[in-house]
């Protein structure tokens, strides 16, 4: 019996059995496997985004679990899309998610030899012949889902001349579209991917890794089985659009006779609203320019993600409660912002940040004086200690914490009426300050009770809020940038796939603050560490844009839903 690593439990709710658990359950006892050997094999053309997430988690989180190994492998089979940019980001986010491949890093590309074997073993045993139909007749021989296809007029080429012009496509003796090697299955078969798929194409383009030593690559099916074999893996799981292609990658190493049989499982791809997970359509947003780069904080990609100031331990909780199933959904993005929050209220230091500020003078505040107050760095967590913020006579506070003529519900300042200061004093507004010319409100003019420093009242006089604020002279000028979600509509990825799915992206997914006024202490914040502007949101400093002493900050998540509240009223 196999000692697991990670047992379910009540607060481990996500490691309830799931199918696949089960099968490997089985395998372990019933003998049929000793240990178990999962991969996680992106194609190195695009960064990865949080499906990918879902899959590393799957894959890695099974080996974990059950002491077995999990293979790290780029499947670069198309030198025309990928690039080594592509593979950097990608092992970066493996281990900025937590994973260890340890020693088991591998590339289909250092199969090519091995492969190219392969095919011509298909070939010698009249299973694999040179096909020489342009591309457009392939797709015209192949038939529909409804119509059976048609044998291609070369499927009878003789073993000897096949091997010839094999060998002659590798040497570089034709071009692109000339020829393909086929296998030669059943053009009848009711299933289109088992009527004599491609293997192998000419592609006169130079590879990332294996540069110009070959101008014949394979095709994902046959890589893709043939290298989970050499690899020895025990459980190939992919998502559900690869179930169809289940028979021809049992057929490649059935025919082959493999010593290595991996079992294909299936599971359901994550999807999430107001976001596509494509690499296809998150490269149109990248080349297009509708975001700044794959790692634009409002992109699904880990990268974006990280820099936005998302946690890997969040990401990691939101995919083992979302679980693995055989049934496709769109998984309501607030759950992941769910679990955003749950991990930030926990980790993130309170600070105050004013983001639209007006001026507030306290006039019985002495000239010269400043002090330090205390406050309390997270209530959430005793260990993270109290820090001191510097008060003094010119403060600066929301200015949609102050209303000249207030609503009824609304509690804040207002002529007359007496606030708390966050971790400071009382105060109470005594008269305002307008531009003439354009009536908008310069400052608030108040004074202050000295015997509420702390903000209590010794006389146990109640205020009905608290506000946060920063001191003029000590505070510091700085970006702040917000972001909502990168689509207007919840379903994205239902939309038809050649329908235009740009056409849904919200042109206020992003809003520039330019003079946000901080608290002293942040101007040492560093990069992916997240804070709690007090009352506002969970934010994050740029990695990209910030500087020594002058961090940009990033938005991560507003402190609740109230997103999910719009949707509803809508
Ligand atoms: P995309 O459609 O975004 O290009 P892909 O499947 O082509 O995705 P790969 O690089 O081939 O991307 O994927 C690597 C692994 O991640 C595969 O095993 C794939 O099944 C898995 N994967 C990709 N997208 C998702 C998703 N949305 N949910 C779960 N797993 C996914
Ligand atoms: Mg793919």
């Known amino acids: 019996m196999i000692e697991k690593n990670r047992e379910e439990t009540k607060e481990n709710p996500g490691q ?93 590309s250092d199969y090519f030899d091995r ?42 080429r003789s073993v000897g001349e096949n091997l010839d012009l094999f060998q002659r496509m590798r040497a570089g003796e034709f071009e692109e579209g ?80 493999t010593e290595c049989h991996p079992q294909q499982i299936e599971f359901a791809r994550l999807n999430l609203d107001y976001t596509v997970l494509s690499k296809r359509k998150l490269n149109i947003l990248v080349n297009n320019g509708y975001v700044s780069g ?54 993130a230091m309170r600070v105050m940040a004013v983001l639209d500020p007006v001026k507030v003078i306290i006039e019985n505040y002495p000239e010269v ?8 760095n997270n209530p959430e967590d005793q260990s993270a200690g109290a820090r001191k913020v510097p008060f003094s006579k010119t403060l600066y506070i929301e200015r949609a914490d102050f209303q000249e003529e207030p609503h009824k519900k609304f509690y804040r300042l207002s002529p007359g009426r007496e606030v708390r200061l966050r971790y400071a004093y009382y105060i109470k507004c005594q008269s305002v300050v307008k531009d003439s010319a354009s009536g908008e409100i310069k400052e608030i003019r108040c004074t202050y009770d000295p015997e509420t420093k702390g903000g209590h009242s010794p006389d146990g006089r ?24 990168l689509f207007t509509k919840g379903n994205v990825n239902e939309t038809d796939e050649d329908a235009d799915f740009t056409t849904n992206i919200n042109p206020d997914s992003l809003t520039v603050l330019k003079t946000c006024l901080l608290e002293p202490s942040l101007r040492e914040a560093k990069p992916g560490v997240g804070y709690q502007f007090e009352r506002i949101g969970y934010f994050c400093v740029d990695s990209k844009d910030s500087y020594q002493g002058k961090p940009v900050f990033n938005r991560t998540i507003t402190l609740r839903d109230t997103w999910s509240k719009i949707k509803k009223r809508g």
């Open 16 to 108: 309830s059995s799931n199918f696949i658990r089960e099968i490997v359950d089985d395998d372990l006892r019933s003998g049929r496997h000793g240990s178990i050997v999962t991969r996680f094999p992106p194609e190195p053309n695009g960064y990865l985004h949080i499906g990918h997430a879902k899959s590393i988690c799957l894959n890695f989180g099974l080996a974990f679990d059950y002491n077995g190994i999990c293979h790290f492998r780029f499947d670069d089979t198309n030198p025309v899309k990928e690039s080594t940019e592509y593979i950097e980001s990608i092992k970066r986010d493996v281990i900025w998610l937590g994973f260890d491949w340890k020693d088991h890093l591998y590339f289909a």
């Open 115 to 156: 492969l190219y074997e392969y095919a011509v073993q298909l070939i010698s045993m009249g299973m694999a012949y040179v096909c020489s139909l342009s591309s457009e007749d392939i797709r015209l021989y192949r038939g529909t889902l409804t119509a059976p296809g048609k044998n291609s007029p070369y499927r009878d």
């Open 178 to 257: 000339e020829h393909v090697l086929r296998a030669k299955i059943d053009m009848q078969s009711p299933n289109i991917n088992m009527r004599d798929p491609v293997l192998y194409r000419i592609l006169k383009a130079t590879h990332h890794r294996t540069g110009d030593k070959w101008c014949i690559y394979p095709m994902y099916d046959f890589t893709h089985s043939l290298s989970d074999s050499i690899e020895g893996i025990t459980h190939s799981i992919c998502t559900l659009e690869f179930e169809d292609h289940r028979p021809l990658y049992d057929w490649v190493l059935d025919v082959l006779k």
């Open 294 to 347: 794959w790692d634009d904080p409002r992109m699904p990609t880990i990268s974006g993600m990280r820099r936005r100031g998302y946690t890997p331990e969040a990401i990691k909780n939101f995919c083992d409660r979302i679980g693995v199933s055989k049934r496709e959904g769109v998984v309501d993005i607030s759950l992941l912002e769910y679990y955003i929050r749950e991990d930030l209220n926990r980790r």
């Open 369 to 376: 004086k400043s002090e330090e107050i205390e406050a309390v």
């Open 462 to 485: 109640k205020v009905k809020a608290t506000i946060h604020w920063v001191s003029a002279e000590h505070a510091f000028k700085t970006e702040v940038r917000l972001y909502d979600h």
